[in-house]
């Protein structure tokens, strides 16, 4: 279900671009469902490499890049996907991108970083999800280039956080329960996720 969430917002594109790739699952997606014409795969374990040559076998127009970051052969991909990473890891990682390509982000922990760092890039959300899988919460983010300002409560639950969603209700009612263990150390935090949950009544 999460990889099917994930390229259920990838773009149809020329050339798509999957960074950290490991066994390149999200790109052999893609390419069967007709999203791209051609791939470039990229990781800085050579294991992982092998792995996505195995899963991308019956696919010719693919690249194989061993390498840190958004790396090409020259050519630049129209979309990005960066997923499986914490929210760090991927700041770094278009900390050092200077594309207009879509970007396809999951981060596993820390969004916020990623949504601020998106903004200080020149970056909009057109999607900005919390989902359940396995009882597990993710975050799935699309940017595009583009202007907007959001504010902290934004940036921290989500730029869409008045959507009424019901994975993020659970996740945030999930949140307050761990934080009630010591009220008056997180008073401030359970207010404000509070005030947040109003829209999602």
């Known amino acids: 279900m999460r990889f099917a969430k994930i390229i259920s917002v990838v773009p149809k594109c020329k050339l798509l671009a999957e960074v950290g790739c490991d066994h390149a699952r999200l790109t052999e997606t893609a390419l069967a ?17 092998a792995k996505a040559r195995r899963t991308l076998r019956n696919y010719t127009d693919v690249t194989y890049i061993a390498g840190d970051g ?6 630049q991909p129209d979309c990005i996907i960066i997923c499986g990473m914490g ?37 909009a959300l057109s999607v900005d999800e ?12 699309r940017a595009e280039k583009g202007r907007a300002v959001p504010d902290e409560t934004q940036i921290y639950y989500g ?3 008045k959507v009424e969603n019901p994975a993020l209700k ?4 999930r949140m307050l329960l761990n934080l009630y263990g010591d009220k008056d150390k997180n008073s ?9 949950l109003k829209w999602q009544q």
Do not use: W
């Open 70 to 75: 958004v790396v090409t052969d020259g050519r």
């Open 188 to 196: 401030a935090r359970i207010s404000e996720i509070e005030e947040v």
């Open 159 to 161: 730029i869409f956080y």
């Open 130 to 141: 919390c989902f359940e899988d396995g009882g597990k919460f993710y975050d799935l983010l």
């Open 170 to 173: 659970k996740r945030l009612n």
């Open 33 to 49: 469902n007709g999203l791209t014409e051609s791939a470039i795969v990229s990781d800085i374990s050579e294991k992982c490499l």
């Open 87 to 123: 929210g760090h890891t991927i700041a770094d990682i278009l900390s050092r991108y200077n594309g207009n390509a879509t970007l396809v982000l999951s981060p596993q922990s820390h969004a916020e970083i990623v949504r601020r760092k998106l903004y200080e890039m020149g970056y």
